[in-house]
């Protein structure tokens, strides 16, 4: 299954994170095939949500409308969700997981824990968001 790395996560450690994360990835992909449906044209894997119709009324154009435009936000959540789970299972089989991106120095075992997805330290975190 995943390669042992050396950056202070055990096996089961590795286990336990890529299994909720393709738990995260099957409540997403549910999540996201209730309010959108996948382009097949595309030739990626972009979602798109459907338009609701409720009718030609004023107030049922309004929701109409309010319901689309909150759909549009959490498809594009959901997929930036989803692109970053892919990215930590692809980290994981690969046996780069754990590694900080940028500096290449172990992300502590914690920040994992409580953040499975993240592919870079606290502290280059931090400066990429103070630039």
Excluded: V, W
């Excluded at 994992?112 to 330290?121: D, E, K, R």
């Amino acid at each position: 299954m995943a390669k042992e790395n050396n950056q202070g996560l055990d096996k089961e450690t590795l286990e336990k994170i890529t299994k909720d994360l393709e738990e995260r990835k099957k409540k997403i992909l549910a999540d996201l095939g209730e309010i959108a449906k996948k382009e097949n044209d595309s030739g990626d894997d972009e979602y798109k949500p459907a338009f609701p119709e409720y009718g030609d009324k004023p107030d049922e154009n309004a929701q109409e409308i309010a319901e689309y435009t909150t759909n549009l936000a959490e498809e594009d959540l959901l997929e930036k969700t989803l692109r970053d789970i892919d990215s930590a299972l692809g980290r994981i089989k690969k046996g780069t997981y754990g590694t900080c991106k940028y500096c290449s120095k172990p992300i502590d075992p914690r920040r994992l824990m409580a953040q499975p997805t993240a592919g870079a330290c606290i502290d280059c975190k931090t400066k990429l968001q103070n630039s």
